[in-house]
């Protein structure tokens, strides 16, 4: 066996705070705590948890929804803002890495984001759901392949997907193909049944099996009286409830404490990092059990820009973020080609040649 890494990981399923904007955000921190209490170092909260998930959208017929969708934008977050701020101070003081979902406000759009601060309270990754699933199109804007990306943190190589983005296997490749170690999952929870779960687990358990890595999986929850306040024709009730399955999954995909059903609780399990080597001597997806010249992936991992300049123009392109941009990438970003049609071979013609990943 390689040496033992051990990361104590918690996996947080919590009820949000439907009535004060701040309440959610206090639950989170005060969740936080009492992780770090138990020696957790790594932990995972609900999709979109802050302030909370928009279930309204699964239940109400969309000439319903104004009142409910503007309630949701004056709560969203601002990234970076006082949420970000917060959390940050929260993972400093505990050395703890924090993966966050939270609904984020882009001046007129909203968006799914998964947050990952480090243990120094460094936002090391922001991301946007890339496909937001069936109803949330109506609430959510869509995410781009920038976040399709692993981070080095203090307890590993992480990486992060929200809900049914776990159903898009080309999604779970790009995190693999990086080499990912510890998989933030995170789903909205109390939806749709006892079915969601059921299928959660599986979808969980089948990309710790795949890419070897640890899987910490949050999903959240929501009291009787919150699904009375999110549904008030009773026949709709059913449709937020269950759907629940907080779990931490090993790269053997084997459960490493009990799932967590119904009701609010932190899950704590320690990760043996040597596993993730473990599993891989077997099996590695994307290394020795790959097959690259036949079978590979093409990733646009440009943040996406609602404004483009030519390469020739005298402009310092800059990222969404404004962070200066290094004139290869300019040019790349400005071609109409991206990908690896970019490469020219000797004759000056594009290369096809196969990539595993643009990056």
């Not at 990361?7 to 009492?34: F, S, Y």
């Not at 970076?80 to 924090?98: D, F, K, N, Y």
């Not at 510890?182 to 599986?202: K, N, R, T, Y």
């Not at 079978?295 to 483009?308: E, G, W």
């Amino acid at each position: 066996m390689p040496e033992s890494r051990i990361v104590r990981a918690a996996a947080v399923q919590i009820a949000p705070d439907l009535d004060r904007p701040e309440g959610t955000l206090e639950r989170v921190l005060n969740a936080i705590d009492a992780a770090a209490a138990k020696g957790a170092r790594f932990m995972v909260f609900p999709e979109t948890v802050v302030p909370y998930y928009p279930y309204f959208s699964f239940v109400l017929p969309p000439a319903l929804q104004g009142a409910e969708h503007l309630r949701l934008y004056e709560r969203a977050v601002a990234v970076p803002g006082p949420v970000t701020q917060a959390v940050s101070a929260a993972a400093r003081r505990h050395g703890a890495v924090i993966v966050l979902g939270v609904n984020e406000r882009d001046h007129g759009s909203l968006y799914n984001a998964q947050l990952v601060f480090d243990a120094d309270g460094t936002l090391k990754l922001k991301r946007r759901k890339i496909t937001p699933t069936y109803h949330e199109r109506m609430v959510w804007g869509q995410g781009d392949g920038a976040g399709l990306t692993v981070v080095e943190t203090a307890v590993g190589r992480v990486g992060a997907l929200a809900c049914w983005e776990h159903y898009n296997p080309l999604a779970r490749y790009s995190l693999m193909a990086r080499h990912e170690e510890i998989h933030a999952a995170q789903f909205p929870g109390s939806l749709v049944g006892q079915i969601f779960a059921d299928q959660m687990e599986v979808t969980i358990r089948h990309h710790a099996l795949e890419a070897a890595c640890f899987v910490v999986n949050a999903t959240g929850w929501l009291t009787d009286e919150q699904v009375a306040q999110v549904c008030p024709d009773e026949r709709l009730r059913g449709a937020c409830r269950g759907g629940n399955c907080t779990a931490i999954v090993s790269p053997e995909g084997r459960h490493l404490a009990e799932p967590l059903g119904p009701g609010e609780g932190i899950l704590i399990a320690d990760m043996d990092l040597a596993l993730v080597t473990k599993r891989k001597r077997m099996m590695d997806s994307v290394g020795h059990y790959a097959r690259p010249e036949l079978l590979s992936l093409l990733h646009d991992d440009r943040p996406a820009a609602p404004i483009r300049r030519p390469a020739s123009a005298p402009f310092d392109f800059r990222s969404p973020d404004h962070e200066p941009r290094d004139p290869e990438s300019a040019a790349r970003d400005a071609s109409p080609h991206p990908g690896p049609g970019h490469r020219r071979d000797a004759d000056g013609a594009p290369d096809q040649r196969p990539a595993i990943l643009r990056g």
